[in-house]
């Protein structure tokens, strides 16, 4: 995790009260450099992006506005397709009605282009590109509808709380603009169309410390528009893994597709339907051998599937009825069908991308599950001409978007269903034995009646603990992390229904002692709680300025042991805690350091 501070010198305040001089903690915050802006004033197939003045190395970020709907029979999931420029990523294609737009990004190479075309007709353009310093990667979730103030949807990204740089960006039909930008972000970029026939777009944005963002409504009257809500980051890895499917059946009522198996491969041998003017099973494919690391957070899931529809008597025509992820082997989450019916081309097999801007499709989604050889995708369609006509699937892919980063925040407590946990968490109920929970390997070595619910809290991570009295025996929590190296670790030891009782609490890197949390006396007062350097803090002033621990890992086994050593009072109690991968200040150099990351004007990091 980087923390946005001034240049200079800082002064961390150790466990044992010791001053320790570190200077330049991070590197600078991200900054939009420049911005690019542009429009077709005529119908065209190419539109050539303009490029903002960008430094190697810098990230580009371009919003894409077209007129127009592309749902023909020739091919239309194809409607926007990157004609010239290397090396750039596309976040979504999201068509709405009369307009749709695309986002794409890279990092800077030097002497970057880039032009989207039309698979077919042309229409007209508009676009703004940003050049941000000190970024990392991009993703974002679209809507659309037709009304007044065009809204960019509230985007969760499963992250726990880091720097973000908030786009919030409108394509809108005809040459209406916004006349405010959502409240909060700044820097209005307004790119009006010439005239009613073509589309305009809107972009503002700003930087918060929370991965978590609904940004509000553009001012402005009624219209057709798309609207996106963007999370740049400054310190996570945006990384894809595609593979096509592995194991595939015909599932369900309709009319059942042959040789499904023939869809493993792209090479012309097809699974066939013969739907006369119905809708066909659905073609399920699962098995796709991803192997997305542990730990890693579901960012998004595109689909390419290669098909088309057979033409007989000079007819024939088909679209999706639906297109569905299996998650554990069962068909979950949002239909997408149901939003964009894509028709399929003619006897030709065409690629159908589905990269709508809806997270992960509606699903919870982790490692894990996407690891699964019971994830996958389902689709069925439906042929309208009277008379067989056979609808074809060669190929069906799958691209998982993940961030690359290690954000282990766990909650405590004795039953799972007793709270709803918050992005990103997962809980943990006291198990001895060896538990893989949303991509964590963890357990305790004894427990016994050691894990209570706390009803009624609204965080979280205050819903229960787990304990062991101080009565000269040790629990001891194993958490497996995924790389040796830099890690900052949250703790809240404590009890909603008693405060923070006399608490003994080790950090072990394997055999290691890293640091320890001990209290002989406890708090009077409910819901206090100690943080990983021993500070007694109120539940509010914890969620906003607990003070973490950092250290530089040599194993890949972290523990946490609680209890004394020898005979004390009360008991030890651990509600909460996170375990966070992040980059080592340049000049840490191994050792373990303890800072305090509240709010500040500065957008130094607090944490919910």
Not at 278 to 285: G, M, N, P, R, V
Not at 287 to 294: A, E
Not at 346 to 359: E, K, V
Not at 425 to 438: I, N
Request: hydrophobic content about 40%; some cysteine.
């Amino acid at each position: 995790m980087r923390l946005v501070i001034q240049k200079g010198i800082y002064f961390v305040v150790a466990l044992v009260f010791t001053l320790v001089t570190v200077a330049n903690l991070a590197n600078a915050a991200m900054t939009v450099t420049d911005t690019a802006t542009g429009r077709d004033t005529t119908v065209t197939v190419g539109h050539v992006i303009t490029m903002p003045t960008c430094s190697v190395g810098s990230l580009l970020l371009s919003i894409l506005s077209v007129d127009g709907f592309y749902n023909d029979d020739t091919g239309n999931a194809q409607w926007l397709s990157i004609t010239n420029g290397s090396n750039w990523i596309t976040e979504g294609l999201r068509i709405g009605t009369g307009v749709a737009s695309g986002v794409y990004w890279k990092i800077a190479e030097g002497s970057d282009a880039l032009t989207v075309s039309h698979s077919s007709v042309g229409d007209t353009a508009s676009w703004a590109t940003y050049c941000i310093s000190g970024a990392t990667g991009v993703s974002g979730v679209a809507t659309d509808a037709s009304s007044t103030n065009s809204d960019p949807p509230n985007y969760a990204t499963g992250l726990l709380d880091r720097n973000v740089l908030w786009v919030a960006a409108a394509t809108r039909d005809s040459n209406i603009i916004a006349s405010a930008a959502p409240s909060g972000y700044s820097a209005l970029v307004q790119i009006q169309a010439a005239d009613s026939n073509g589309v305009s777009t809107d972009t503002a944005y700003k930087l918060t410390s929370s991965s978590t963002e609904n940004p509000g409504a553009f001012t402005s009257t009624t219209e057709q528009w798309v609207a996106w809500t963007i999370a740049v980051f400054e310190d996570v890895e945006v990384l894809t893994q595609t593979q096509g499917g592995g194991t595939f059946s015909s599932e369900g009522a309709g009319v059942a597709w042959t040789s499904p198996s023939n869809a493993s491969a792209e090479d012309g041998v097809l699974s066939v339907s013969d739907a006369d003017e119905e809708t066909s099973a659905i073609l399920k494919a699962t098995n796709f051998g991803f192997s997305v690391p542990t730990g890693a957070k579901i960012a998004g899931i595109n689909a390419r599937i290669v098909r088309n529809v057979e033409v007989a008597s000079g007819k024939g025509f088909a679209y999706d009825q639906t297109l569905r992820l299996y998650v554990g082997g069962t068909l979950s989450g949002d239909n997408i069908a149901t939003s964009f019916h894509p028709s399929w081309a003619d006897d030709t097999s065409t690629s159908a991308y589905y990269r709508r801007g809806i997270a992960n499709w509606g699903n919870a989604l982790t490692s894990a599950i996407v690891n699964a050889s019971d994830f996958g995708v389902g689709i069925a369609a439906v042929q309208e001409d009277p008379g067989p006509r056979e609808l074809r699937i060669d190929y069906i892919e799958l691209t998982v978007k993940y961030f690359n980063v290690f954000e282990g925040s766990f909650n405590f407590r004795a039953t799972s269903g007793a709270e709803t946990d918050g992005s990103g968490q997962t809980y943990v109920l006291g198990e001895t034995s060896a538990q893989t929970r949303d991509g964590y390997a963890f357990q305790w070595d004894a427990c016994g009646d050691c894990a209570r619910d706390r009803a009624g809290n609204s965080n979280p991570q205050f819903g229960g603990v787990n304990k062991r009295n101080n009565s000269g025996t040790q629990n001891t929590w194993t958490l497996t992390l995924p790389a040796t190296g830099y890690y900052v670790v949250r703790a809240a030891f404590g009890d909603a229904d008693g405060g923070a009782s006399p608490t003994y609490a080790y950090f072990y890197d394997d055999a290691t002692l890293i640091d320890s949390v001990e209290l002989t006396a406890s708090p009077t007062t409910a819901n206090f709680y100690l943080d990983a350097t021993g500070t007694t803090l109120s539940e509010a002033n914890w969620l906003t300025s607990n003070t973490a621990l950092t250290h530089t890992f040599a194993s890949t086994t972290f523990k946490v042991v609680i209890g004394s050593a020898d005979s004390q009072s009360g008991e030890t109690r651990i509600a909460h805690l996170e375990v966070i991968a992040a980059d080592a200040p340049a000049e840490e150099e191994g050792n373990s350091y303890l800072f305090d990351l509240g709010f500040d004007d500065n957008f130094n990091l607090g944490f919910d």
